[in-house]
């Protein structure tokens, strides 16, 4: 089946430790988005790639980094720098940025 | 930047009412979409809307697009315990980055909560 396959279901992260949350999609779709979500605040946009080997900044950027190698793969980086990563991560698709982006099933980051 | 007000925050109803919620912006958004989220899970795809003034609908679920392209409401009809979950809406607009491109950029509400009794 054609989806959005993000990996770990949870994760959890040491005080100055790196983590890499895994996003990959077989839909075909151009554009791929990262988003954080915590209780009451709805979703954000931490960083979003129109086209492989392109990635823009979203609205809460600082702490992570990403990579956009292929087309079907955008890893997420939530670096020692964020200093509040525990929240919900959603990884999302779209064929092209102006269509309705699908999301996959999210990754719970806590704090050991 | 662009916000959404999603209201009401949370609803508590008997299975089998009829349910409505709505956003609203000062700003114009070029596509509507309304998702729904179960815990644990990622938001699903409910229902898009393109036009200013579009009414679609998705089974027991309709949406509108409102003439203003400011707000967007979301109703559904005789509600079933599985209906119980985050509704969001999401507004998209084009957002300018440099070197002349631009790209859609997606905003969403804070989230109505649905609880249905049985």
């Known amino acids: 089946d054609g989806g959005i396959t993000q990996s770990p279901k949870y994760l959890f992260r040491k005080e100055g430790q790196n983590v890499t949350l895994s996003c990959e999609q077989n839909?075909?779709?151009?554009?791929m988005y990262w988003y954080r979500q915590d209780p009451g605040q709805g979703l954000r946009l931490i960083y979003y790639?129109?086209?492989?080997?392109?990635?823009q900044k979203g609205d809460i950027a600082e702490g992570y980094s990403v990579s956009r190698e292929k087309k079907e793969s955008f890893p997420l980086t939530v670096t020692s720098a964020q200093k509040n990563p525990t929240a919900f991560y959603l990884c999302?698709?779209?064929?092209?940025?102006?269509?309705?982006?699908?999301f996959g099933d999210g990754t719970r980051l806590s704090i050991l | 930047g662009q916000q959404l007000n999603q209201s009401p925050q949370s609803m508590f109803i008997q299975e089998g009412e009829d349910v409505s919620m709505n956003c609203t912006s000062s700003s114009i958004f070029n596509t509507w979409l309304w998702y729904k989220q179960d815990p644990g899970e990622g938001p699903v795809l409910l229902i898009a809307l393109y036009k200013a003034g579009e009414l679609t609908s998705n089974g027991r679920l309709t949406a509108q697009f409102g003439i203003t392209r400011k707000d967007s409401f979301l109703n559904i009809s005789a509600s079933i315990p599985s209906d119980v979950g985050i509704y969001f809406c999401?507004?998209?607009?084009?957002?300018?980055?440099?070197?002349?491109?631009?790209?859609?950029?997606?905003?969403f509400g804070q989230g109505t909560i649905l609880t249905v009794h049985p």
């Open positions: 839909l075909n779709h151009d554009a």
């Open positions: 999302a698709s779209s064929t092209t940025g102006w269509q309705p982006q699908h």
């Open positions: 999401a507004g998209l607009h084009d957002v300018a980055y440099a070197g002349g491109t631009s790209y859609g950029k997606l905003t």
């Open positions: 790639s129109q086209i492989v080997n392109d990635f």
